[in-house]
């Protein structure tokens, strides 16, 4: 068992981790979100960058990675920010396009995907060479804190309708806590037509149509600390027509 273990942490040295982070409105759960990427990166021993989208927060989001910027270095922190809120999907594109890791994780900057499972989700990877490792909050040890009974119906009730549709041979397909082999991720966002929160849902259909291998971490999932969830009535109505979509066209 120790042996096993020693050859997991040593294979793939010459790795590096670039890590996603869209924001808007992020300006009080940035820094502390940061501190704990660098944290476990470090302890852990992996090579890492992260890269801030930020799509022109109102709030001073960008002002606080320019300071956070100074603090780690530019080599770690990577500024690309954009005018105005433009889409996740386009979000992961124009980061990837700056990313020098071979691996990406991408993560809600919101503190509600905690990085302590980082070096999960590289073991798991590591382990059975997958394409994909997602999180997953329905699985295991995995979980979700902080939400009402709605948020926690709706959630599972969403889950369950697309597992019967879709058949995705994942078990949680509307997190987004994941990491990607770079040219996975490439791909897949280049298949992918969906916007908003079908937009990850996808990402793992079209990874099973393209016979990519999907491991899964189970996590923890906490609601945001600071700041308003931005799931209301209008995204509830686009996942329902985008999963019908999906089930149409896959």
Known sequence: MASRKSSTKTRGDNDKYSVLLPTYNERENLPL????????????????????????????????AEQLQKIYGED?????????????????????????GNFIF???????HHPKFIPEFIEKQREGEFDLVSGTRYSGNGGVY?????????????????????????????????????EVLERLVEQCVSKGYVFQMEMIVRARQLGYSIGEVPISFVDRVYGESKLGGNEIVSFLKGLLTLFATT
């Not at 770690?76 to 020098?100: E, F, N, S, V």
């Not at 009402?148 to 599972?156: E, G, N």
């Open 106 to 112: 991408i993560m809600d900057a919101d503190l509600s």
């Open 33 to 64: 979100i940061v501190w704990l990427l660098v944290k476990y990166f470090s302890e852990s021993g992996y090579n890492f960058e992260i890269i801030v989208i930020d799509d022109g927060s109102p709030d001073g989001t960008l002002e606080v």
């Open 146 to 182: 902080g939400w009402d009974l709605r948020r926690k119906l709706i959630s599972r009730g969403a889950n369950f309708i697309t597992q019967v549709l879709l058949r995705p041979g994942a078990s949680d397909l509307t997190g987004s806590f994941r990491l990607y082999k770079k």
């Open 76 to 100: 770690r922190i990577l500024l690309r920010p954009r005018a105005k809120k433009l889409g996740l999907g386009t979000a992961y594109i124009h980061g990837m396009k700056h990313a020098t």
